[in-house]
């Protein structure tokens, strides 16, 4: 199932890498922007996630959060947080239910073969909890650039 533009966001309720819990629901009033990922410390992952870190600071003064869902544990997430000095949540999914809930998980396509796995996505949330934009197959590289356009950003 996949999410569409005014569908609320499912709740998310998830172990950070710090060690601490993060729930969406304590973000309800701000703009949310929540991108899915494959996996730490690969290098579209590792591309995705510092072009998000190295646009925080204009994200965050246009009144967004960012966050990032994988299904690393937390101690895989924290070894990537410290190694590419990430500076928003990144939340450990390793059942895979938000991922789910959103439509982030399941069959894709990769160099002609079709599998099951983490559809890489990103969802802007509202401030009263309803998706704005849902963008699933996106690429890693120039998809931070292209979302901040999108948004009005550049």
Same mark, same amino acid.
């Given at each position: *199932?996949?999410?569409?533009?005014?569908?609320?966001?499912?709740?998310?309720?998830? &172990?950070?890498?710090?060690?601490?819990?993060?729930?969406?629901?304590?973000? /309800?009033?701000? /703009?949310?922007?929540?991108?899915?990922? &494959?996996?730490? *410390?690969?290098?579209?992952?590792?591309?995705? =996630?510092?072009?998000?870190?190295?646009?925080?600071?204009?994200?965050?003064?246009?009144?967004?959060?960012?966050?990032?869902?994988?299904?690393?544990?937390? !101690?895989?997430? !924290?070894?990537?947080?410290?190694?590419?000095?990430?500076?928003?949540?990144?939340?450990?999914?390793?059942?895979?239910?938000?991922?789910? !809930?959103?439509? =982030?998980?399941?069959?894709?396509? *990769?160099?002609?073969?079709?599998?099951?796995?983490?559809? /890489?996505?990103?969802?802007?949330?509202?401030?009263? #909890?309803?998706?704005?934009? !849902?963008?699933?197959?996106?690429?890693?590289?120039?998809?931070? =650039?292209?979302?901040? /356009?999108?948004? #009005?950003?550049?």
């Amino acid at each position: *199932m996949k999410l569409e533009p005014g569908d609320t966001a499912p709740d998310i309720t998830l &172990p950070a890498a710090d060690g601490t819990t993060v729930s969406l629901d304590a973000y /309800r009033g701000k /703009r949310v922007i929540i991108y899915f990922y &494959p996996a730490a *410390m690969t290098p579209g992952c590792t591309k995705q =996630a510092c072009d998000f870190r190295d646009s925080l600071d204009s994200l965050t003064s246009a009144g967004f959060v960012v966050l990032g869902v994988s299904k690393d544990t937390p !101690a895989k997430l !924290a070894k990537f947080v410290e190694h590419d000095t990430l500076t928003f949540p990144l939340l450990s999914d390793p059942g895979l239910e938000v991922h789910k !809930a959103y439509g =982030a998980h399941g069959e894709k396509t *990769m160099y002609g073969k079709t599998t099951i796995g983490v559809i /890489r996505s990103t969802f802007v949330i509202d401030a009263d #909890g309803k998706i704005e934009k !849902a963008l699933y197959n996106v690429k890693a590289t120039g998809h931070v =650039a292209r979302l901040r /356009r999108e948004l #009005g950003l550049d």
